[in-house]
């Protein structure tokens, strides 16, 4: 019975162990802002950031690592910390001294004021980029419009015409995809600027609260120090967000003249 007992503690043992190997280590805010793909300064850059199938633009595997690594890591810090039965105990000097630096962040409303007029700012400039490309889009279909017809049965423009006016917009949309790139990286980076000190407040608390050894204090402070984690992800997930929304618009440019190659490969005139 005896050896019995020895037998189940030693596989209980077995299976913690392996479980917390299993278990993977949480990144910082901070290691995953280093992951986010950059803002691209070109339209082909921006392309590189897309998956695409037949037209439609979806985050490839990068992104996708980044956003999900994210939404995980939120899931663990939201789960609850049991505060353990028993008494707490004197804190030991080094527990004191951690606890001093789980604090709540001191200037949020200040944050949220910048992350909201540069989301102002971005969807002013969004929509500025989207009124240039619709005056392309007119200009294009006047310039097909005007096309002369050739002298057939059909009577309509050659496609080796028809290709012409295509490229001739289409490099002007990439044209304009690489303006208005340069025009959003100082604000990107002023936005970098705005959430940087909340992400870096929240990897430090969230590290001063992992090294507690109290089991009391540290239910305690699980609050307050994976709340400021959290709140640190969130900024990273709105850098990636406002970097998207961007790469996003710049990428359907060269995706449209890649789609135009194929449409128009065997173009020939009258």
């Given amino acids: ?21 299993a278990a993977p280590a949480l990144l910082s805010a901070q290691d995953w802002l280093a992951q986010v793909p950059p803002l691209p300064a070109t339209a082909e850059s921006a ?6 199938v037949s037209g439609v633009l979806t985050p490839n595997a990068l992104s996708t690592k980044v956003s ?21 105990g004197p804190l030991s000097a080094r527990d004191q001294a951690l606890v001093e630096k789980i604090t709540v962040f001191p200037d949020t409303a200040a944050v949220v004021q910048k992350i909201q007029a540069a989301r ?10 989207h009124a240039e490309l619709n005056s392309l889009e007119q200009r294009r279909i006047q310039a097909r419009s005007a096309l002369p017809a050739c002298h057939n049965e059909a009577g309509t423009p050659s496609q080796a015409s028809i290709r012409d006016v ?8 990439v044209e304009i995809a690489v303006r208005y790139l340069a025009e959003f990286q100082p604000r990107l980076e002023q936005l970098l600027a ?3 000190p909340r992400i870096a407040h929240g990897d430090a608390t969230l590290r001063a609260w992992n090294g507690l050894g109290n089991p009391f204090r540290k239910a305690q402070l699980a609050p307050i120090a994976r ?21 996003k618009l710049a990428a359907r440019s060269i995706s449209e003249r ?4 194929r449409v128009y490969a065997n173009a020939k005139g009258c």
């Fill in 1 to 21: 019975m005896r050896m019995n007992r020895r037998h189940m503690l030693a596989c209980a043992f077995a299976l913690c162990s392996a479980a917390a190997a």
């Fill in 47 to 52: 392309y590189a950031q897309w998956n695409d």
């Fill in 68 to 88: 999900d690594g994210i939404k995980n890591e939120a899931l663990v810090l939201a789960r609850v910390v049991e505060v353990p039965a028993g008494s707490s």
């Fill in 120 to 129: 102002t700012d971005e969807a002013a400039l969004l929509q500025k980029w």
């Fill in 166 to 173: 295509e490229q001739t917009f289409s490099k002007e949309k």
């Fill in 194 to 196: 705005a959430v940087s």
């Fill in 227 to 247: 709340g400021s984690e959290s709140d640190a992800l969130r900024d990273v997930a709105l850098i990636q967000s406002y970097i998207q929304d961007i790469s």
């Fill in 258 to 261: 890649n789609a135009l190659q």
